[in-house]
Every structure is written in C-alpha cells, then in structure tokens.
C-alpha cells in the first residue's frame, strides 16, 4: 500500500496522565534540507533524549522538528505547606529582640513567611522510571499527531502538484505538435534567404543547401529534450503515488524539468515556441516551490 505524501510542517501534543504525575509532549516541525531535531526535557529525565531522539528518527525523515516534554505532579498544584509553630517561635524571638534593643515598628507577615521554615512545597515522590515510560508515551502519541497533521496538509500538496504536471504536460504535448512545423519553416525561411542573397548570379550546389538545412534541423530539433521530459513526467506520477519521505527526488526532478525547459527554449527561438517556454517555465518554478515543502 502507497504511504501518503507528507507535508514538513506540522505540529502534535499529547498528554498522559499516571499517579500523581502528568506529561505533556508538544511537537513542532517545519521546512528543513535534513532531519534536525531539538529536545527540551525535565532536568530529572535528561536521560531520555536518546530514546525520544530515536522515536523521531523513527517516524520523521526530513524538517527541523522542536520537541518539549513538561511534567506537572499533583503536588504542583496543592497549597504551600505553612508551619504555624515555626512562626509563631520566630514572631516570640523577633519580639523579644526588639524590646531587648529598643526598636520600633511592627513585624508584617509577608517579613515573617519569607523566613526559612515558615513556608515549605509539598515533597514530591519522584518515581523516574514511570515519569520515563509516560514520556515515552506522551511523545509516541505526539509524534502520531505531528504525522497525522504532515499527511493532511501531503494530499492537499499531492493535487497542487499533480495540477502543475498536468499544466506541464499540456505544454510539452502543444510544443511536440508544433516542433516538426517549426524546423520545416525555418528550413524554408534559410532556402529563401539563399536565394534572395543569391539574386540568380551564382547557384549554390544542391548537396550544399541539403547539408546546411540538414545541420538546420538538428540544431531546432528538441525530440530528445520532449522525450525526456515526458520521462521526467511519467516519474512524477509514479512518486506522487508512491508518498512517503520523495522530497530530495522530486527536488532533483523539478531541476530536471527546468534544465530540460531551457534548452528547448534556446534551440526554438521562434516567438510562439519562446511563449510557450515561459509559460512552461513558470508551471516548473511553482511545482519546485511546493516541492521544497515536501518530506
């Protein structure tokens, strides 16, 4: 079965909840020559960027992809734990200071909980080996999502590039018709300028002429240039059938097209071949473009 054509940008999340602890995975990608892959991880699970590494390469071929994991534990989300007796020694001793020196004004709270002691976060249970098999989830499923997210936008690129080829292929089917016409008015046009030249004062061998119209035709003649054009087309189609990670072939394909293009458009320099070479060249500038997106 064909894999579907993938878009390089995307974004997926997912969130996985155990005892006392939650993760959430978030993903980014976007357009990039090769496979580059930034992490952020908790401080307490440096240790998984090699596995959650590996889970990227295993999913993604091509883009700059941004990964972060945050871990929140149920007691991240509980009140401060406040010591009241811790307080209430430390409000006993300042007071006892302050009439023992003689000195003046009143102890406000927020003085008070800045004290050590007075105010503590709740402990937290750190089970790393389970926090390490939720992060695993969490990004296994983000990544799902991210891949989901670059296929969707894939088929939408699929039929803007299948349209381009098929403007593509409308051109090089028009400039096929008119090639054969093209060297034979050019082949007349050198004939008449022979003669006009000529003006009946001095004859030119026929075996001369044949051989200059000969060279003529050979330089105007683009069959091999249409042919493999038409090649270049045909695998087109097969890699847009295919999918999967194609970008670097329909990149190299996309300077095949153009490279073909230009040379047929220095050999026909008539003013409807020129027209349709344009026109040819810009249906290969937008099929590049929207190539350079592809995985």
Do not use: W
């Not at 993938?6 to 976007?30: C, D, L, N, P």
């Not at 997210?149 to 593509?168: N, T, V, Y």
């Not at 002429?209 to 249409?226: I, N, T, Y």
Request: overall charge positive.
């Amino acid at each position: 079965m064909a894999n579907a054509l993938r878009s390089m940008t995307g974004f997926g999340a997912a969130t996985v909840a155990g005892k006392g602890v939650s993760v959430q995975v978030e993903v980014r990608s976007v357009n990039h020559r090769h496979l580059q892959a930034k992490l952020r991880m908790p401080p307490d699970l440096g240790h998984l960027e090699s596995q959650v590494d590996a889970l990227v390469r295993k999913q993604l071929s091509r883009g700059a992809i941004q990964l972060s994991a945050r871990v929140t534990h149920a007691s991240d989300e509980l009140p401060a734990c406040v010591h009241k007796d811790v307080a209430a020694a430390y409000l006993r001793s300042l007071k006892a200071l302050a009439s023992e020196l003689k000195l003046k004004g009143d102890l406000e709270l927020a003085d008070l909980v800045r004290l050590p002691g007075v105010v503590s976060a709740p402990e937290k249970d750190l089970d790393l080996e389970g926090m390490s098999k939720l992060v695993l989830r969490a990004t296994t499923l983000a990544l799902r999502d991210l891949v989901q997210m670059r296929e969707e936008e894939g088929a939408a690129m699929a039929k803007d590039l299948a349209s381009h080829a098929a403007a593509i292929a409308k051109i090089h089917k028009s400039i096929q018709r008119s090639a054969p016409g093209l060297v034979r008015r050019h082949q007349a046009d050198l004939k008449r300028r022979v003669s006009e030249l000529l003006d009946g004062n001095e004859t030119v061998s026929s075996r001369d002429l044949a051989r200059e119209m000969a060279l003529l035709g050979d330089k105007l003649d683009v069959s091999e240039e249409l042919s493999r054009l038409e090649a270049h087309l045909q695998q087109l189609d097969r890699l847009l059938a295919k999918g999967g990670a194609v970008g670097r072939k329909l990149d190299f394909l996309a300077q095949e097209f153009n490279r073909e293009a230009n040379t047929i458009g220095s050999k026909c320099n008539d003013a409807r071949t020129a027209h349709a070479v344009v026109e040819l060249k810009t249906q290969i500038e937008r099929l590049r473009e929207q190539v350079q997106n592809v995985e």
